[in-house]
């Protein structure tokens, strides 16, 4: 099927035989990410599938029953370092309303005379094959060439740790998988002629049988455990934080953990301490990767920062990179490459993601088996940067004041399991808008660490005052009681005001006596409400004991009455009225 015009068709029938034979396949899904369209590989299970792990996916036979076309937008192949397989992706060379294709992109077609089918976008193609190479990475060039459709022509090839969605619609007569060792590493030649070459013997193995057993989980054994038994943590601050686990940071609402996580940022990529009192171990290299500010936002944050440490801008240069304008998907294999490419190229020590709910586009918050695959995967593309996250509190706890919050009062699932080490933060009271924030912070972690801190930070100064959490929790619980019983006080009063209200207003044009009941249940006040105020209008003397006749026109003793219309009572009722 070379037609103009696929329409989201996957011809199952035409997918080549050696592909179906392989248990490598997996669904996948459109998303949408700021505004762009990002394939999410899923399980046959719905959940997150992953390049490096084989239990995400399954048979062909598998990928196909369970597709949904009002679910899923279509199936794909997981190329490993296991398989012969190679992919070459042309993408932006073919026109979908014309099916025209770009010359550029023919001559690679021809080179290859492959197994070739049309992108599910309609504006590329693939081209499926054998070769004897490896190359973990891929390799990715942009052509300089006319653009036929609004798309960047570009070129890539990719034989491991990447899936490529199969849409079985053949493009012209190429419909078999050929084996294309010499015009693969002629066409790496060409496009990439300063890259290192490629051994053709270096993927020999991926030629033979796979053996059941090309991994292992053994471990090492215990008579090497010694030397790790001796090795010290590696402090990033020291007695808080380690370098070698992920770092939680989260606050309750109005919990500075972005201003936090600035002053942070710049005493590990200064070399000072952290808010003046907790010490940075050594200088390391920081990308601060903020959704929380603009570049004007963060700009004015670290110039205080750097102000009360002495130091200026240029100070903190090669060693404090801040993004405050694109932010990465965590789960996204093209955000991935390009962390992991960023780190490498900069020499990145720490990483820090704020806030983490932004990089979660398309993650089920509530799975945690796509909450943790999805920071997993991002920390393991970080590596060996230590990688920082911020998050926020379910809406429940995120107004306490006077404690810290817990773990478990993280919101979404898998947060605290995928981290080794947090930082959290509440207040101690409501904020006040003056710029200081009264915190307080339980911390811990993996090494043993842990403990609490009271921290007064003044925000126009950016000034820190840390102290035990000891010392302050007696007088704060204490505190926070006293406001607790006001507060609890208050609503009474407020309540008993309201109910004070709809009784006046009950009574207000009845000039006759009526019994206390038909009283509630006229004003509709609350009953707890209603008798506590009743008495205190009776003993002031708003409302006065009158006579009252029942529903059988019998004569009650005990009636009430507005004292204002009392008066002419007693008179209706002494003339016989």
């Known amino acids: 099927m070379d037609s103009t015009k696929i329409n989201g068709q996957i011809d199952f029938g035409s997918i ?39 239990k995400t996916w399954a048979s062909f036979e598998n990928a196909v029953t369970t597709y949904d076309p009002s679910e899923h937008s ?125 051994d053709a013997t270096e993927h020999a193995a991926a030629k033979q049988p796979v053996s059941v057993r090309d991994s292992s989980f053994a471990g090492i054994d215990a008579s090497e455990l010694a030397a790790y038994a001796t090795q010290n943590p590696d402090w990033l601050v020291d007695e808080l934080f380690t370098i070698d686990e992920p770092l939680l940071v989260g606050a309750r609402s109005k919990g500075c953990k972005t201003l936090q996580l600035t002053d942070l940022a710049v005493a590990i990529a200064s070399g000072t301490p952290w808010m003046g009192v907790f010490n940075v171990t050594k200088r390391r290299k920081v990308l601060l990767i903020t959704g929380e500010a603009n570049y004007r936002r963060i700009a004015k944050h ?89 998050h926020h509190v379910v809406k429940s706890a995120a107004r306490q004041f006077g404690e810290p919050p817990t773990l478990e009062d993280m919101t979404g699932a898998g947060i605290a399991e995928s981290c080794g080490q947090w930082w959290l933060v509440g207040r101690n009271q409501k904020y006040a808008w003056d710029w200081k924030h009264d915190l307080c912070v339980q911390f811990g972690g993996r090494e043993g660490q842990g403990g609490g801190r009271r921290i ?16 302050y929790t007696e007088q704060a619980k204490e505190e926070l009681e006293r406001q607790r019983e006001d507060a609890r006080r208050e609503a009474e009063e407020r309540k008993q005001r309201a109910a004070r209200v709809q009784i006046l207003r009950a009574v207000r044009n009845i000039k006759t006596s009526q019994s206390k009941n038909q009283i509630c249940d006229s004003c509709g006040a609350v009953q707890s409400d209603f008798r506590v105020v009743f008495p205190q209008l009776v003993q002031e003397m708003t409302l006065v004991i009158r006579p009252y006749r029942d529903a059988l026109n019998r004569l009650q003793a005990t009636g009430y009455i507005l004292n204002e219309y009392a008066a002419e009572y007693d008179r209706k009722t002494a003339d016989g009225v």
């Open 302 to 390: 670290i110039e205080k920062a750097c102000k009360v440490r002495g130091i200026k801008f240029a100070d903190l240069k090669g060693f404090l990179r801040v993004e405050a304008i694109k932010f990465p998907c965590l789960p996204s294999k093209k955000d991935q490459a390009a962390i992991r490419a960023d780190v490498t190229e900069h020499g990145i020590e720490v990483v820090i993601v704020d806030p983490l709910y932004r990089g979660l586009a398309g993650v089920d918050a509530a799975r945690l088996s796509e909450m943790g695959s999805a920071i997993k995967a991002f920390q393991a593309a970080c590596a060996p940067a230590c990688m920082i996250l911020s």
């Open 456 to 471: 007064l930070f003044d925000e126009h100064a950016w000034t820190f005052q840390v102290e035990p959490w000891g010392e």
């Open 16 to 54: 080549p035989a050696a592909l179906q034979d392989r248990d490598q396949w997996v669904l996948w899904k459109t998303f949408s990410l700021d505004g762009q369209a990002t394939r999410m590989p899923l399980s046959v299970y719905n959940e997150m599938a992953s390049s490096t792990d084989p």
């Open 74 to 198: 279509g199936i794909g192949f997981m190329f490993t370092l296991s398989d012969p397989f190679c992919c070459i992706n042309l993408v932006g060379c073919r026109d979908p309303e014309t099916g025209t294709i770009a010359d550029w992109a023919s001559k690679e077609v021809l080179r290859f005379k492959s197994y070739t089918e049309i992108s599910p976008s309609e504006t590329g193609l693939r081209i499926f094959l054998t070769a004897g190479i490896s190359l973990p990475q891929g390799r990715t060039s942009e052509l300089r060439v006319p653009e036929i459709v609004a798309e960047t022509p570009k070129i890539e090839i990719f034989t491991a740790d990447r899936y490529f969605p199969v849409t079985g619609c053949v493009y012209k007569q190429y419909r078999n998988i050929e084996n294309r060792e010499s015009e693969v590493l002629a066409f790496l030649k060409d496009h990439w002629p300063l890259a290192p070459q490629v």
